[in-house]
Nanobody
Framework: QVQLVESGGGLVQAGGSLRLSCAASGSIFRINAMGWYRQAPGKQRELVAHISSGGSIAYADSVKGRFTISRDNAKNTVYLQMNSLKPEDTAVYYC???????????????WGQGTQVTVSS
């Protein structure tokens, strides 16, 4: 099986920064795309940033220029550097990975447990 474990969330004032990490572990054969999603109270989960196995990156319009996604393939880890945080960035942030486990041929979607990010005004 595969586990995704996020860390780095917390409480920060508007304008501040946080760095989220997500480490994948388990019987991993290959990690394809990885991404960060967030869900605010009363809202649907939304894509924040996405990075493919080849390094192609996409961001939600609301975070462009403020957030940076990166990955360390040797560590099976994806990061989200969040700068110039705003109160509307407050949400639970979830890591997602399209991962092929050993012995399988196709990737499956795995989710982390989520980490709370709260931005005070």
């Amino acid at each position: 099986q595969v586990q995704l474990v996020e860390s780095g969330g917390g409480l920060v004032q508007a304008g501040g920064s946080l760095r989220l990490s997500c480490a994948a572990s388990g019987s991993i054969f290959r990690i394809n795309a990885m991404g960060w999603y967030r869900q605010a109270p009363g809202k649907q989960r939304e894509l924040v940033a996405h990075i493919s196995s080849g390094g192609s990156i996409a961001y939600a319009d609301s975070v462009k220029g403020r957030f940076t996604i990166s990955r360390d393939n040797a560590k099976n880890t994806v990061y989200l550097q969040m700068n110039s945080l705003k109160p509307e960035d407050t949400a639970v942030y979830y890591c997602n990975g399209a991962i092929t486990i050993q012995g399988n041929l196709v990737p499956y979607n795995y989710w982390g447990q989520g980490t709370q990010v709260t931005v005070s005004s």
